[in-house]
């Protein structure tokens, strides 16, 4: 495997346009289209976990939102092209908003109110003044009736809560990534436990694969930690199945075979990846022959 130049490609890729992350408890999640189309233009693939909504019974074919690895998640805050919302001790205007949202749905409330009052008053004028009269008397009678039968309806209606008609939004207001009311992403969220050594060999590995040009799924139905790949994976089957270990991590021998023997049936070749004590990284392919 040789290093393509990246460096460059990657430093302008960084420097592009910040991605919305919303969190569910450690998961990192992408909603925005455009976000699914930012990470997909640098290389990052994710899994879509979300089910369509004309076709929600089937799991052949998902949709938003975009779960991305750690190493994905991680890879992008280091290009400072992530933002997610902060914790929500830290939300300004929070309190204003949920009671800018009671004023207005009491508002809403007490217009409905009189609207269905005067619905109610109409209806009843139509049923009163249907009646036939023949004389003046009996016409004053109705219209004296009428007159009391509504000062009864206006002093003792009562329209439920509900029966409130509640306007559903039907777009997103868009994110803002002023300083305010976003933050970049730290150490120390809770997506990444600190003094991992494990996922720090993951991340080594997944940020040098990309920056050979390579696109990287995860590899946990395959026994391994990523699926390497040349190319778009819509385009192309996985070559490679990434485990990563330390330079001195003792591996069992029963665990090469069996992990060899299963590249072989799935006609991938197992990529063993160490990070090296200069920074670089090590590889070590393996390929069932057979022979023992």
């Not at 009311?181 to 590995?205: H, K, Y």
């Not at 990284?281 to 022979?291: A, D």
């Amino acid at each position: 495997m040789e290093a393509s130049p990246r460096r460059e490609e990657e430093e302008e890729a960084c420097s592009g346009a910040t991605v919305g992350l919303s969190l569910c408890d450690s998961a990192p999640l992408l909603w925005r289209v455009q976000d699914l189309r930012m990470v997909r233009s640098q290389g990052l693939v994710g899994a879509l976990l979300g089910a369509l909504p004309r076709t929600p019974r089937q799991n052949g074919r998902l949709g938003r939102p975009l779960l991305l690895l750690p190493e994905e998640e991680r890879l992008l805050t280091e290009c400072r092209a992530a933002a997610v919302l902060p914790h929500r001790d830290q939300v300004r205007g929070g309190a204003e908003l949920r009671q800018q949202y009671v004023e207005e749905q009491q508002r809403s409330f007490e217009e409905q109110s009189v609207l269905a009052l005067e619905d109610r008053k109409a209806a009843l004028v139509r049923a009163m003044s249907s009646s036939h009269t023949d004389t003046e008397s009996e016409a004053g009678k109705v219209d004296e009736a009428l007159q009391s039968r509504l000062q009864a309806l206006e002093q003792n209606f009562t329209f439920p809560m509900s029966a409130l008609a509640v306007q559903l939004s039907t777009a997103r207001a868009g994110l803002s990534y002023s300083p305010e009311t976003w933050a970049f992403l730290q150490a120390n969220w809770p997506i990444r436990e600190r003094g991992d050594s494990r996922g720090e060999v993951r991340f080594l590995v997944f940020r040098d694969l990309r920056r050979r040009g390579f696109y990287l799924t995860s590899g946990g139905k395959f026994g391994g930690d990523f699926l390497v790949y040349p190319g778009d994976p819509l385009r192309f089957h996985a070559h490679f199945i990434a485990v990563c270990l330390t330079l001195d991590e003792p591996v069992c021998l029963l665990d090469i075979l069996a992990v060899a023997r299963l590249g072989s049936n799935v006609k991938k070749t197992i990529l063993l990846c160490s990070p090296g004590a200069d920074g670089g990284i090590r590889y070590t392919s393996l390929q069932w022959s057979g022979m023992i």
